[in-house]
């Protein structure tokens, strides 16, 4: 990786001094037993380095300065020997050090820096810049974050590489994981099947993994499920490559050696709305904005093919009925986070002059804008019966116009299914990152 390259070109994209903070480490109960640390994306994609409590200051003459803490020496009992603070500048090519405890010196109101969302970082911040925590936020740089996300957001060679090493070990897991796969084990079993490959390798996960038989919670987090006969296993995780980027790939397996009937049908309605999505992103010039809607026009047609809705597709598209079924959006960016930049909101996804909507299901649609070059995104698209949701629409006859709440009585207890690959846009159309992953 050129961090040298990276810095020269945050410089030449702005005016003023750019400050850029390390993450800090976060305590579990007291200050010495912490979690598991992990690096801020941007702080490392300017540096490569992986240590807490550090910070980056370009100034506008281009000078460059690495502020460290200085290690306690008896430190070295608890930690063993550490870097220096030369070596670790020598590493990331930066030509000044500093003490990190004198940070606050060399900054001032027109310092350049991006809020952070860590709230001991920002107290930090905020008490070097004589301000209050909550007046940070209107003292941030939107055209710093502007000008990080425009870097970002184009993978360049050495990138895509470890993207696609991430999903190559993210692949042999979820082979591990499938293997598991037995009824009468737990959805706990499977997750250590899952992990084993990354942590033999030492790797760490981009987020933690979704095991579950309930795919309709769509962010579950237990494993504390016996897996029945009838089941299926949703499965959406990603290892993270040796320097840090980080793979998102979602598959939903049988518990038994096959889908039900109706497990089958859905499943294959996922499968054409994700094929619709990705041939959507291989247009030039097209926007995750008609990804989505590709993938939800696919999903809908074969909604109706199985009876579950009815209906004009144009116009059951427009009102969103559709989301009763897919309630979130088709992807987001993908790099050295899961969800990559979304630390600075909507203008990772959003072009200027354009912003969410309000409609339910659209309202989750992270990325929306048109896709460059370079940019690296996920395509999942998940079908999902949520019994509570499914009450509450037709309660109301919510758009009984284009959902058969009648046949859905039967499916109602079917559960989820996600399917999520990785893209890279390239310059005459797109490609599945990694090494293909049986679905
Ligand atoms: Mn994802």
């Known amino acids: 990786m050129n961090y040298t390259k990276r810095r020269k070109a945050l410089r030449q994209a702005l005016q003023g001094d750019i400050l850029i903070l390390s993450a800090a480490y976060a305590p579990r109960n007291y200050a010495a037993n912490t979690y598991p640390f992990h690096q801020d994306a941007t702080f490392r994609y300017f540096t490569g380095l992986k240590d807490p409590n550090a910070a980056l200051l370009i100034e506008d003459s281009g000078k460059e300065t690495l502020f460290v803490s200085v290690p306690d020496p008896d430190d070295v009992i608890w930690t063993g020997p550490v870097p220096s603070p030369r ?4 590493r990331a090519n930066i030509e000044n050090t500093a003490d990190y405890a004198d940070l606050g010196k060399h900054l001032s109101l027109s310092t350049l820096w991006i809020e ?3 709230f001991q970082l920002k107290l930090r911040l905020a008490s070097w810049l004589g301000l209050s925590a909550k007046d940070l936020a209107s003292h941030a740089s939107r055209e ?6 425009a870097l970002r957001s184009i993978k360049d060679d050495d990138e895509i590489a470890e993207l696609d090493a991430a999903i190559a070990l993210t692949r042999r897991m979820l082979a591990n994981a ?12 499977i997750l250590a099947a899952l992990l084993a490959p990354a942590i033999a390798k030492e790797r ?3 987020f933690e993994p979704i095991v579950t038989t309930h795919g309709e919670t769509l962010h579950n987090e237990s494993y504390c499920h016996t897996i029945m006969p009838q ?12 320097e840090g980027y980080c793979a998102d790939i979602t598959r939903t397996f049988p518990a038994g050696d096959n889908f039900t009937t109706r497990q089958r049908a859905i499943y294959n309605a996922v499968l054409s709305a994700q094929k619709a999505g990705i041939a959507q992103t291989t247009i030039q010039g097209t ?8 993938a939800c026009r696919a999903l809908t047609i074969a909604l109706q093919e199985i009876g579950l809705m009815h209906g004009d597709i144009e116009e059951s598209l427009a009102t969103g009925a559709h989301a009763l079924f897919m309630p979130h959006g088709i992807g987001h960016m993908l790099g050295l986070d899961a969800h990559d930049m979304e630390n600075f909101g909507d203008d990772v996804g959003y072009a200027p002059g354009t912003s969410r909507s309000t409609q339910f299901g659209l309202n989750a649609l992270r990325l929306h804008r048109r896709l460059e070059p370079g940019f690296v995104l996920t395509v999942e698209p998940g079908c999902y019966f949520i019994p509570e949701l499914i009450d509450r629409w037709q309660a109301t006859h919510h758009l009984e116009q284009f959902i058969n709440y009648r046949e859905l009585e039967k499916y109602r207890d079917s559960r989820g299914i996600r399917i999520e690959d990785d893209i890279l846009i390239t310059p005459s159309g797109s490609r599945v990152l990694g090494p293909g992953i049986e679905k």
């Open 287 to 294: 926007s995750q904005y008609d990804v989505h809607m590709a």
């Open 116 to 118: 952070p969302y860590d």
């Open 204 to 206: 760490a996960q981009a």
């Open 144 to 149: 710093l974050g502007r000008a990080i996300i």
């Open 231 to 242: 089941d299926m296993v949703l499965i959406d995780c990603g290892a993270e490559s040796i």
């Open 178 to 189: 499938r293997a598991a796969i037995e009824p009468g084990r737990l959805e706990s079993d």
């Open 87 to 90: 070596e670790l500048a020598d």
